[in-house]
């Protein structure tokens, strides 16, 4: 069973940074291809990105693409997104999620584990 825990989330004016990490725990974290997913008020959850076990390859939404960063550290077991020239737009709870293999999926139904969520607010 693993453990996510997501922090770094909070409150900034449009075109500000934020940086969340999402801290594993209870398994082997290279085991894992890792991915970011956001969901706003009434709408349905979204990918943000993904990265694989390596962190050799990683993709991303159209929308982030650009302005987001995700990577890792393995030796910490932790996964990052750097979200930079943030909009209104962005706002939501960000949730971090495991996948187990070596594989990414932009797919949520694919992931085996996730985080609480940590809400993220950008003000216009």
């Known amino acids: 069973q693993v453990q996510l825990v997501e922090s770094g989330g909070g409150l900034v004016q449009a075109g500000g940074s934020l940086r969340l990490s999402c801290a594993a725990s209870?398994?082997?974290?290279?085991?894992?291809?890792m991915g970011w997913f956001r969901q706003a008020p009434g709408i349905e959850r979204e990918f943000v990105a993904t990265?694989?076990?390596?962190?050799?390859?990683?993709y991303y939404a159209d929308s982030v693409k650009g302005r987001f960063t995700i990577s890792r550290d393995n030796a910490k077991n932790t996964v990052y997104l750097q979200m930079n020239s943030l909009k209104p737009e962005d706002t939501a709870v960000y949730y971090c999620?495991?996948?187990?293999?070596?594989?990414?999926?932009?797919?949520?139904?694919?992931?085996?584990?996730w985080g609480q969520g940590t809400q993220v607010t950008v003000s216009s």
């Open positions: 999620a495991a996948l187990r293999g070596i594989f990414y999926s932009t797919h949520g139904e694919h992931y085996d584990y």
């Open positions: 209870g398994g082997r974290f290279s085991n894992y291809a």
């Open positions: 990265i694989t076990w390596s962190g050799d390859v990683t």
